[in-house]
């Protein structure tokens, strides 16, 4: 498995500053994360797939502008929510790929609450 | 279209059984996932599904049809901290390791 860390693990921020949320594979060299937002009582949405050394994949919808991701190390990917507003809080997770079940198996990080005021 | 549909919510009593469904139409399939959620934490995981059948694991077990696109979580003698979200999700493509994630399903349990 892997052992995934997330700072901070809660923030709360004014409406139009930057935050910047940290996810670590703390023994695991991981190619691949995942970064996720889940709003109150719903699921995961799956934000983008982080990709070391190269740009990140996003999902439809997922505005790159807005949600910068930098995978510069094996085991340090971050997401850097810009000119944040309140529709962005949310609770962000980060993932790590590790071969394992069906290729690729999640071991996801503890989340991160993020507040915009 | 990617879909995936579970039960909002849930409710069952200590001691008893409860089996959670998750129906699934998805472009491509490795795999089925379930995972535990307690409020405010990271999802952890419990069981995985690639061939039809039942996957027993303790008091968990899951099942799989691939050709009905279906799956269910059971839950034996069930306890109160069990009381959680129930994340069912699909593995489309093996590459990446990309999951799709159903709704969840509250579950609640009472004495």
């Known amino acids: 498995g892997a052992v995934v860390s997330q700072h901070p693990s809660r923030v709360i921020c004014k409406s139009g500053t930057s935050v910047k949320i940290e996810c670590r594979s703390l023994?695991?060299?991981?190619?691949?994360m995942f970064w996720y937002r889940q709003f109150p009582k719903q699921s995961l949405m799956l934000m983008a797939t982080?990709?070391?050394?190269?740009?990140?994949?996003?999902e439809q919808g997922v505005e790159k502008d807005k949600f910068l991701i930098n995978h510069a190390s094996l085991t340090l990917s971050t997401l850097t929510v810009t000119s944040a507003h309140p529709e962005d809080s949310s609770f962000y997770i980060c993932?790590?790929?590790?071969?394992?079940?069906?290729?690729?198996?999640?071991?996801f990080g503890p989340g991160t609450r993020l507040t915009v005021l | 279209g990617q879909n995936i549909d579970q039960p909002t919510e849930m409710t069952a009593t200590e001691g008893a059984i409860v089996q959670i469904n998750c129906t699934y139409q998805?472009?491509?399939?490795?795999?089925l996932f379930w995972y535990q959620q307690h409020a405010g934490e990271a999802p952890t995981f419990l069981s995985y599904?690639?061939?039809?059948g039942l996957e027993e694991k303790g008091r968990f077990s899951s099942f799989l049809s691939r050709s009905k696109g279906y799956s269910y979580l059971l839950l034996k003698e069930l306890q109160m901290k069990d009381s959680a979200s129930y994340l069912c999700?699909?593995?489309?493509?093996?590459?990446?390791?990309?999951?799709?994630f159903g709704q969840g399903t509250t579950l609640q349990v009472k004495p």
């Open positions: 023994d695991f060299q991981a190619t691949t």
């Open positions: 999700a699909v593995k489309g493509s093996s590459n990446t390791g990309k999951l799709i």
């Open positions: 998805t472009s491509g399939f490795n795999g």
């Open positions: 599904n690639v061939l039809d």
């Open positions: 982080s990709n070391e050394g190269s740009k990140a994949t996003y």
């Open positions: 993932s790590v790929a590790v071969p394992g079940l069906a290729g690729y198996e999640q071991f």
